[in-house]
T-cell receptor, first 114, second 112 residues
Framework: KAGVTQTPRYLIKTRGQQVTLSCSPI?????VSWYQQTPGQGLQFLFE???????NKGNFPGRFSGRQFSNSRSEMNVSTLELGDSALYLC?????????????FGPGTRLLVL | AQSVTQLGSHVSVSEGALVLLRCNYS??????LFWYVQYPNQGLQLLLK??????LVKGINGFEAEFKKSETSFHLTKPSAHMSDAAEYFC??????????FGKGTMLLVSP
């Protein structure tokens, strides 16, 4: 079974631009979560989607948004980019939603904002 | 509320030595606990997890962890370090219907 895939792997943007990141979960998985990883803040939860519905949202500004499609693929969007948005964005999928489910992570998209 | 504290941002061991990475958690309800490993320029890979039942959990690559409720700890151990174990390790907790909360990570350095 193919793992979680994320595209693109690397991105360079400038302040004020917007960016869309894509995540394809493991086949059959219906839950997708997004995390931001930075050296200073570590791994922080962004949001979780299950069957196209946002179940949970982390403490991030409204510039960060996401969605999930009927095939479980997910996208996250960051508008009006700031230098502090430079990070590794990780997507994780699980077969169901719920605390006992193991989350499988993709390789991440590294975003650099100049 | 839940939180995770990993003691030591860096741990250095010699090849063949015991690996011990410390993790303490805080949770108002019975937690599920996880250890993940991250190699450079890669995502996170699950090493092991504790949900319920046996408190000693065995994972991949010879790692194991013991859930100690009285100490609110979930330390990760491996009897004999290998060079390939050099990576960053993250402890994580989830409780109730909240989401995964990660510790800050511990970088494991293995010297020959």
């Amino acid at each position: 079974k193919a793992g979680v895939t994320q595209t693109p792997r690397y991105l360079i943007k400038t302040r004020g631009q917007q960016v869309t990141l894509s995540c394809s979960p493991i086949s059959g998985h219906r839950s997708v979560s997004w995390y931001q990883q930075t050296p200073g803040q570590g791994l922080q939860f962004l949001f979780e989607y299950f069957s196209e519905t946002q179940r949970n949202k982390g403490n991030f500004p409204g510039r960060f948004s996401g969605r999930q499609f009927s095939n479980s693929r997910s996208e996250m969007n960051v508008s009006t980019l700031e230098l502090g948005d430079s990070a590794l964005y990780l997507c994780a999928s699980s077969s169901q939603a719920g605390p006992q489910e193991t989350q499988y992570f993709g390789p991440g998209t590294r975003l650099l904002v100049l | 509320a839940q939180s995770v504290t990993q003691l030591g941002s860096h741990v250095s061991v010699s090849e063949g030595a015991l690996v011990l990475l410390r993790c303490n958690y805080s949770s108002s309800v019975p937690p599920y606990l996880f250890w993940y490993v991250q190699y450079p320029n890669q995502g996170l890979q699950l090493l092991l997890k504790y949900t319920t039942g046996a408190t000693l959990v065995k994972g991949i690559n010879g790692f194991e962890a013991e859930f100690k409720k009285s100490e609110t700890s979930f330390h990760l151990t491996k009897p004999s370090a290998h060079m390939s174990d050099a990576a960053e390790y993250f402890c994580a907790v989830i409780s109730g219907y909240s989401t995964l909360t990660f510790g800050k990570g511990t970088m494991l350095l293995v010297s020959p």
